[in-house]
Nanobody
């Protein structure tokens, strides 16, 4: 089992950048594929990005390609989401999640473990 704690959210202006972090407990972090999802008020949770166990493969939602970068540091048990050129429509609670099967997937149901989320608010 793994516990996930996100940090790094906040209030920024359109065009700014933020880097979210997700710290994982446990010794098996490197065996999990990791994903980032977000949920805006009144909307369903949506996929943002995912990264393979080693970090060698990443996937992004189309709306985030070129602006968001997911990375991980297995020595620090941490996964990151660098978000650039933020837009008001990026406002949401951002969650990290772990897939023990190690599959890079956009499907939320494949992820067994979830953090509590961190709020990102982008003002226009």
């Amino acid at each position: 089992q793994v516990q996930l704690v996100e940090s790094g959210g906040g209030l920024v202006q359109a065009g700014d950048s933020l880097r979210l972090s997700c710290a994982a407990s446990g010794r098996t972090f490197s065996s999990y594929a990791m994903g980032w999802f977000r949920q805006a008020p009144g909307k369903e949770r949506e996929f943002a990005a995912a990264i393979s166990r080693s970090g060698g493969y990443t996937a992004y939602a189309d709306s985030m390609k070129g602006r968001f970068t997911v990375s991980r540091d297995n020595a620090k048990n941490t996964v990151y989401l660098q978000m650039n050129s933020l837009k008001p429509e990026d406002t949401a609670v951002y969650y990290c999640a772990a897939d023990p099967d190690g599959l890079v997937t956009m499907r939320a149901e494949r992820y067994d473990y979830w953090g509590q989320g961190t709020q990102v608010t982008v003002s226009s």
